[in-house]
T-cell receptor
């Protein structure tokens, strides 16, 4: 049972470089999310996708782009990395019920360092 | 500023003590969830509350949703070292979840 799989688990970038974080879920969930976690800040929502074909900004979208490639996959792209984007990134998925009462399932996280 | 504020931010207690963690907001949520996160892993759901005033018990953990659906509390009775971790509340809104700032709990044997 894979659940939510994120790659890579660790990445070091130089300022200005670009990269894409990949996320895939095998639970046939409608909704997918990208969060970042910084010390003392809990989890902050970057972007979410309520269903295949839709994406929306969360609390901290600046400097990021996303693609909902299909129902399974949701990628997060940093076009020009900055030191402020050093963080642990978590992908999550849920059934996507309305109202939102379903469980969020998380990946193991991707630790990104921007020098 | 975050929509959901948790207190305290850090808590270090002895085994056997009781504790309460608070999650407060000025906004209304359709649901309130509590997650626990271990180092190097993603958060794992503990409970979901959806009705104002609702109380749920999970062994030694008691969760309450405020009457106005803006706040919640987590009470742990007789804490054990296995309760150590980061506790996160999350408010459900249409299609998304907003997380609180987190409470890092350490229970000493």
């Amino acid at each position: 049972n894979a659940g939510v799989t994120q790659t890579p688990k660790f990445q070091v970038l130089k300022t200005g470089q670009s990269m894409t974080l990949q996320c895939a879920q095998d639970m046939n969930h409608n909704s997918m999310y990208w969060y970042r976690q910084d010390p003392g800040m809990g989890l902050r929502l970057i972007y979410y996708s309520a269903s295949e074909g839709t994406t929306d900004k969360g609390e901290v979208p600046n400097g990021y782009n996303v693609s909902r490639l299909n129902k399974r996959e949701f990628s997060l792209r940093l076009e020009s990395a900055a030191p402020s984007q050093t963080s642990v990134y978590f992908c999550a998925s849920s059934e996507g019920t309305v109202p939102n009462t379903g469980e969020l399932f998380f990946g193991e996280g991707s630790r990104l360092t921007v020098l | 500023t975050q929509l959901l504020e948790q207190s305290p931010q850090f808590l270090s207690i002895q085994e056997g003590e009781n504790l309460t963690v608070y999650c407060n907001s000025s906004s209304v949520f359709s649901s309130l969830q509590w997650y626990r996160q271990e180092p190097g892993e993603g958060p794992v759901l503990l409970v979901t509350v959806v009705t104002g005033g609702e109380v749920k018990k999970l062994k030694r953990l008691t969760f309450q949703f405020g009457d106005a659906r803006k706040d919640s509390s987590l009470h742990i009775t007789a804490a054990q070292p296995g309760d150590t971790g980061l506790y996160l509340c999350a408010g459900g809104r249409t299609y998304k979840y907003i997380f609180g700032t987190g409470t890092r709990l350490k229970v000493l044997a």
